[in-house]
């Protein structure tokens, strides 16, 4: 290749030839041959860089600059590649199909024939469960919150808000057969928009209710939870209650966009990325503190920020009605409720590419279960974060701070996790031989974390009397 008088095949910022550069082949099919000679780090600090001039074109509606970032990124992505590589293929599909959007009938033609079934549903959420130690985690600590709880309780009535996974139940059914005092009569409503999951989880929760001989009653509530009427979730007189909700609540915070929000600039979010080119990808990913903060202004908690959506607060107030003994909440520790495509794109980068360097650190590049994962779960997580909005756009996650001015303004007050349940947590982490996973506690709640990255956070409530 023929380069410029002091210029560097490595190190030049991709804006030199994007937007404007078109695209020509060159040898393999690459207009620039000396990309596939990168090192992983050079690679993936370069993806970062294009992924994000890319994503400014789209927001920016240049369609055709961002085609031809998608063709550079094209040559270098890879959905069985390196944690940079995979993230790239996705995230470009994100942005293909918001940019196809603007087509509807195209958008619509290409997306027809597609057939989403309960059993890759149930599939891929078992492969999450298997691979990564998150919903282990999260089962354990929720478990061993509702047993500190309901401790002494004859008559135990716990709701999951998806019931789709038995295998938290069936640990707690098992720890609560050995109790000194003997099992409660444990009553499990399930909510979930599938009847034949619920009816798979009430089998096999019964069946290991019989084996333990406790007096059990699963309660199957088929509805989606944005359609769930509360005032049916009758409580018993004598039952003590208890929530579960994982990685669910976000859902709620659809269409009442909080338009009091600025939106950020993104320019000098750019420009800093751009400045960036000397450091090592992990560096940037995580470590740059300061950049972390600035990709989320919205994030400034007022009492504004988190009262917007009424379909949350609604469904708040009402669990709140019923009194419960203990409300437990999973959820992702990360921004993706942001106003504008660049603030999700760039705190989306973040979050993924801590989860995907997971998988890259326990699983091998060429296992099927991961790349499963990555495509069913995360890569449509990222295309529903990216590519939608309105009501379409499910996965608004939110970070801890959030959560708890929504669950406090709602009436709950907070419920210290024990010192016992970060104790199991961690080890069950020694247990499976997870290396770089730390749990912290933040004021009583535990998040999990990637090395320093934290990406999950636990947080438990009960029901509190207004004053």
Same mark, same amino acid.
């Given at each position: ?25 060159? &040898? ?31 927001? !920016? ?12 990124? +094209? ?24 940019? $196809? ?33 998150? $919903? ?6 929720? @478990? ?76 199957? &509530? ?5 359609? #769930? ?59 740059? +503190? ?31 009605? #019923? ?5 437990? &909440? ?10 504008? #495509? ?12 801590? !989860? ?6 326990? &699983? ?6 991961? !790349? ?70 933040? @004021? ?24």
């Amino acid at each position: 290749m023929v380069q410029e008088e002091g210029s560097s095949s490595v190190t030049s910022s991709p804006l030199q030839f994007f937007p404007w550069m078109p695209v020509s082949p060159g &040898v393999g099919g690459s207009p620039y041959p000396w990309l596939r000679e990168l090192k992983s780090e050079e690679r993936g600090l370069y993806l970062i860089h294009l992924l994000i001039a890319c994503a400014n074109q789209v927001a !920016l509606g240049s369609i055709e600059n961002a085609n031809i970032g998608l063709e550079h990124i +094209s040559h270098l992505a890879s959905p069985d590649g390196d944690t940079m590589q995979r993230i790239a293929a996705y995230f470009t599909e994100a942005l293909a199909d918001r940019m $196809l959007k603007g087509w509807p009938g195209l958008h619509k033609a290409l997306n027809s024939t597609k057939i989403s079934s309960v059993s890759e549903e149930i599939l891929v959420k078992r492969l999450f469960f298997e691979l990564c130690p998150f $919903l282990k985690l999260s089962y354990l600590i929720t @478990n061993q919150a509702i047993i500190e709880a309901m401790e002494g309780e004859k008559m135990v009535h716990i709701i999951d808000l998806n019931s789709s996974e038995p295998a938290q139940w069936i640990n707690l059914l098992q720890t609560l057969s050995a109790r000194p005092e003997g099992p409660p009569h444990l009553r499990i409503t399930g909510i979930h928009e599938q009847k034949e999951v619920l009816e798979q989880m009430a089998l096999r929760l019964t069946e290991e209710a019989e084996k333990l001989d406790i007096p059990f009653q699963f309660n199957p &509530v088929v509805s989606k939870l944005e359609n #769930l009427d509360i005032e049916s979730l009758r409580v018993k007189t004598g039952e003590a209650l208890a929530v579960s909700s994982v990685l669910q609540l976000h859902c709620l915070l659809a269409t009442d966009e909080e338009n009091q929000r600025s939106p950020p600039s993104t320019s000098k979010n750019l420009q800093k990325v751009f400045h960036l080119n000397q450091r090592t990808l992990g560096e940037w990913l995580e470590k740059d +503190s300061s950049y972390a903060c600035n990709l989320s202004p919205d994030s400034a908690l007022s009492p504004l920020s988190v009262s917007a959506s009424p379909r949350m607060g609604s469904f708040l107030t009402g669990i709140w009605g #019923l009194s419960p003994k203990l409300m437990v &909440v999973t959820e992702q520790e990360s921004n993706h409720n942001g106003l504008t #495509l660049m603030e999700r794109v760039l705190e989306a980068l973040n979050f993924y590419a801590a !989860l995907f360097d997971c998988l890259e650190s326990t &699983v091998s590049r060429a296992s099927m279960e991961r !790349l499963k994962l990555e495509k069913m779960l995360f890569g449509e997580e990222i295309k529903n974060i990216i590519a939608c909005e309105g009501t379409e756009r499910k996965e608004r996650h939110e970070k801890l701070e959030k959560w708890i001015l929504r669950l406090e303004l709602a009436g709950f007050g907070r419920v210290p996790l024990s010192y016992h349940g970060r104790l199991q947590a961690t080890r069950l982490l020694h247990s499976y031989a997870y290396d770089g996973y730390k749990i912290k506690d933040e @004021n009583g709640c535990l998040v999990i974390c990637w090395q320093d990255r934290p990406l999950f956070s636990i947080s438990a409530w009960r029901f509190r009397r207004y004053e």
